[in-house]
């Protein structure tokens, strides 16, 4: 997904592919340095365990960046996103072995509007749950 999209060549209702990203504790843990949100539920499996999560959560930031991330690289341009938002609807519960867990992104384009923007309805999704709602991000196309 590195193309530049065309405002002509997207449709309302046009499904945008999934794409998986796979987080492992040390991605937590690299995030927690460049934000600065170092709360142990995010790194310290005993921590999150023993305020009733169930195990070390991904930063709802995080999770938001994927999503953005998927938005960004769609577009082929982070420049062109002109609005983005989310709401956080369940945790993103991040094992310690080796296969970590997976933020799954989709979109639809939920309306094409004047000045060549586009609104992208997002869906991401970790196992059963989905992580994210009320998630969309208006983007300036080609």
Known sequence: ????????EVEAG??????????HRVDLVKYAGASGDFNPIHWNERHAKAVGLPDVIAHGMFTMA?????VTDWAGDPGAVVDY???????????????GAVITVSAVVEEKLDGNLVVLALTARSGDSRVLSKARATVRLA
């Open 1 to 8: 997904m590195t193309a530049t999209v065309k405002y002509d």
């Open 14 to 23: 046009q499904q945008i592919p999934a794409v998986d990203y796979r987080v």
């Open 66 to 70: 994927q999503a953005g991330r998927f």
């Open 85 to 99: 938002g989310v709401r956080f609807s369940s945790m993103v519960v991040v094992p310690d072995n080796d296969e």
